[in-house]
């Protein structure tokens, strides 16, 4: 398992840095070894169709997606209105989930909300697995001295507290949309690019893939049409979860003043005020949802995660 | 101790006072006060029976008092540190300042015995006390007053504050001799605040010897500096010698930061502190009624001496579209001030049309813009056909409860026609864009002061500058006018006179408008009822003295039940 | 065993070195500086320009960082511009504070996470599991800032068990210290929970699918014996590789719970020092926890050869 590059000698420097995160490495690719074999261990024993529960938690997931698309054409109230005499209002007909602290409808809020939520996770870990997966795919199969420096850039960029890192950009930078979304590409690049690497290398001493080298198959057709197939289910599983951990931080940002500027709603903003200024005794409505909906998300963005690593993923060792 | 000229501290990401919240105090050259409110009395307590604050029984000696405050104060050395008001809580407990304000409004000596001008007030005499010794056993005399006048002088920080004075001279062991180089009837208030607190000799030769370190805090006061871990806990320990005699009743004192409004409140409730202070206004109503039954409630609605500090929008005059009068004016017609103060100040409604309340002397009605929005959408479209639609940017700090006060006040600008955004900011930088003009309009809280000629430095023609350089008149707004009433005020003895010349001034600017009033800026504290004592101070020749001026207490007269 | 070594302090260095870098740079080009926060309002390019020469702060770039990098090869981490207090002094008080929340935390969570995920992993896709899973994600749906809170209002104002704020050294009453750590270290470590709930829960299903396994079961060893001594061992991987994360991220991450529970930890510090444009705090901050992420990864690495003996040292 661990460092079959050396036997099948797809590095090419020896010496000091060599190996320049042996532990890690190892670590990686045994995690990933291991999550694989349960695969097909799972399968043997464990065969069932995806269930009823997977199927709500998409439906679920497409209710989500489908209200932040299509928020403008829902009878809903305006998201930014302060209505006074409405202050902390509970549920009710005309306020389905109630009102803040400055009378807005926290359903509207909550919806437009997601937006914000599903943007961040989605475009961040997208970009990031875009980056992060595409070097850790080549980077895991060719090995060498690029692998070493990879790895030594991300092992860095994970050493360094991100924290000074987002307030100094979005200080230096401005806190828009977009630009809180690279901000958080880049924090999940190190991440998705270890995992990657660490799926492609466990691929890329087995049979099938040397044989497609004997066959004379070039480094860019073994890395795309042999490896990246087996390492999808991999990066897919961990990216959804990236995505569900990314739509947590940037409620932490919120609550420190970093995320999209007010009055635009996010989960993680409205989530914040909720926990602020005392809201959570007086209201604690406007936390809840939020977070109800965040927690349902979450659930089913990692159930669906698991049911599809379950059920898809390509068996190993054919040849 | 007039300070109260700050910007708001407190901050989320802003321990330390000194993070571009507290503005340096610029004044020196307050006029003294005409019989204003003489009530050091408290706001409505919780507690049935005795007045919160104010002890019953006889003193016992001993125990331990904690108090959670806002932030930790940022050093103990007055010529190289701001002292906002948090400081100056701090700074009481070991250090005693020359003057202090008594509850009439007059400047009584503290550390001094006497402070005499001559008839020019060009020329004044304090004489200290004999007998007065430092915690290190070191005597006070003149030849120390003025080695700290000299440390401060030479200072960055608060050279500023005592430019007015030429010379001093100690003409014997006891007796002090300040030159002004120009008339000021009112130059002894300047040594109630951060410039007249008196440290040790030794204190002022360990920063020479060793300049970036932090010196060992040497002074006079009730408590003994014990130990100070920043930004965890502040202790000082009971002064056997305090040239006050019979005091203080307490063992030590400790203050420990608690940032989070909340979180302190719990801290009061839970045990952990014995008295918090507090800037939210939410903290009053919730030691109001049923929910400060066992405690002791006292807050800024009541007993403020001069002008309270107040929060307001600040309006650039000297960029678009802030410069355009009409633009001022939709923007003051368009804010529900009662909604406002609802909503962010608590709901204790106070009417504000100008920086002078109603219980001052100097208050008058001002015609100061009411809500109008019929009246300010005029305006806007006025200034539309000529102009297109204005749109400015309205910022803050990076704080909960401004983000929650920006948020209302762009909806109520946006619904007259304007085109608002908002913008938190971090405080560091919003010092900076306010000191340059790099802005257009802003939340700050400012004015505090016992009497108006402390707030010169922010309205007077000769603090202003173009956009990019540095100037104190924030809203770059030249008005003569005022200009002309403040050296009025300060410099005349009659109090028609003054009361008239800082009338024009409120008059003034509302008519200007650099400034959109919302709610006075409220201080309180909370205390466990056995802390007995805590808001009624005695000054060392008797009298009352100002007992919570604008967030300060004096920690001497304090017990423990 | 000496060439791992040498090969892993050499990393140690190497990185720190880079770090350093990145910090300064990153601290130093943020617009603003530290005169402009001590001056205040005081900010005149006269008074700037001479508190800026005191603080050494106009000299070339490159020159401060060789100026920073000297001392602190002769143990000057250099000090505050603000407060003054060396910054060793700071990394003394604070790190001690940082670690243990971080201790506690883990410690809670691997003893809520393990015991759980043996018990689940048994029986996949049944109530208990499924009720357990729920619960996970909804810790992880709730940031410290959200659970801190309730926690003080439950546990604190409501029912009187633990004080709202407070830190009390280890050293100084250990019992205190501990009373005071519990919320804010419970505030952080539901994140910790799910993460290894879901590790460890997922390669044990795996691995009892196994031919040794079987192979146990068959001899008629009794569950509890196969979980405990069997099944265990070779299901950490993913456990042990997700604690070097999640670890790594909490180490500079705590500064939310610091913030609400007033305690004097590195990370708020650092927060606040990159607001105030405290350099040398800074700098001398994101260095050692750098090197504490290091040092981290090192430990975990090390329990991964003893774990698995075919995971070689290299």
Redesign the interface.
Known sequence: ???DRELAGTHASEG?L???????A???E??VS??S???D??D???KKPLGFLFWLALGWVGLIVLLAVIADLLPLANPNFQNYSAINAGPSVHHLLGTDDLGRDLLSRVIYGSRVSLIVGFAAVTIGMVIGGTLGLISGYKGGRMDTWLN?GA??L????????V??IV??WGHSLYKITIILSVAVIP?LYRVVRASSLSFANRDFVVAARTMGASSTRIVFREILPNVIPAAVSFGLITV?GVI?VE??LA??GLSVALPTPSWGNI??E??TNGN??VNPYI?LWP?LA??LL??SI?LIGDRLRQRFDVREGLL | MASGNEISRRS?????A???G???L?AGAPSLLAGCSSSSGSAGSPTTGSKAGVGTGTPKRGGSLTVGTLA?I??FYPPSN?WDTNGYNYANAIYDPLMAVATDGSIQPYLAKSMTSNSTFDTWTMTLRPGIKFHNGSDLTSAVVKANYDALKVS??TG?ALKQVASVTTPDDMTVVYTLTAPNPTFSSGLTTQVGYVVAEEMIQAVTAH????PKPIGTGPFIYSQW????HFTATRNPNYWRTGFPYLDQITF?????T???E??L????VDMIQSTDPNTINRFSGSGGSNYQLVDTRTGVIGQPTVAFLMLNTAVTPTNDLRVRQALAKGLDVATIQRLFGGGFAKPINGVFLPDSPYYSNTGYPTFDPAGAKALVNEYKAQHGTPSLQLITITDPLLGKLIQIVQQMWNQVGFDISISQV????I??D??AGNFQAATIYQFGAVNPDLNYVWWSTTTLSPVGQ?G?NFPRNNDPQIEAAMLTGRHTTDTATRVTAYQAVNERLAQDLPYLWLDQYLFSEVAQNRVQNFNNPILPDGGAQYAYNEGIFVPTQIWLA | MGK?LL?RF??LV??SF??SV??FL??H????DPA??????????Q?KA??LH??GLNKPLWQQYTTWITAIFHGDLG?SY????TVTHILA?GAPIDIELIIISQIIAFAVAIPMALITSRR??RPVDNVA??GT??M???????IA??L??IF??GL?W??????VPFTQDPVANLHNMILPSLAITA?SIAVYY?LLR??L??TL??DFITMARSKGLSSRFIMWRHAFRP?T??L??GA??NI??L???T??VE????L?GL??????A????DYLV?QG??LV??IA??VL??I???I??VV?P?????
Do not use: C
């Open positions: 398992m661990p460092d000091l060599v190996d320049w995160v042996p532990g890690t190892a670590v990686d045994l995690v291991r999550q074999e349960s695969l261990s799972d043997l024993l464990v030594a092992f860095v994970l050493a360094f507290p991100a924290i000074v890192a307030i100094a200080a230096f991440l569900a947590v409620g932490t609550f420190l989530i914040s909720g926990a959570l005794q936390m977070v965040m927690f979450l659930l990692n | 989320f990401l802003s321990r330390s000194v993070a571009g507290a503005v340096a610029g930790d940022d050093g701001h960055l920080l500023v300049p970036s370190t932090a871990q920043p930004n965890d420990k930061p608690i940032p989070d909340v979180q302190r719990a801290s409730r839970t045990g952990v971090q405080q560091a930088n010092i900076t306010f000191v540095i104190l | 791992y090969r050499i990393q190497v990185v880079i770090i990145l910090a990153l601290i080009l943020l617009p603003g402009t926060i001590i001056l205040g309002p005081n900010d005149t390019a008074n001479i508190l005191q603080l000090q603000l407060n003054h207090q008080t996949p896709n899973t729920t994600f909804g992880l749906a709730l940031p410290p800032f959200v809170p309730i003080v209002a604190a104002v009187g633990f004080p709202a704020t407070g830190y994140g879901r997922s390669d299903i795996s699918q196994e299901s991987f993913s042990l590789a070097g994360v790594g991220a180490i500079a991450g500064f939310v913030y609400l529970f007033a004097n990370g708020y510090t650092l927060v606040q990159v607001y105030q444009r800074v901050i994101a926890v750098a992420y290091v990864q090192f975990i690495d090390f991964f050869t698995d075919r995971v070689t040292r290299g």
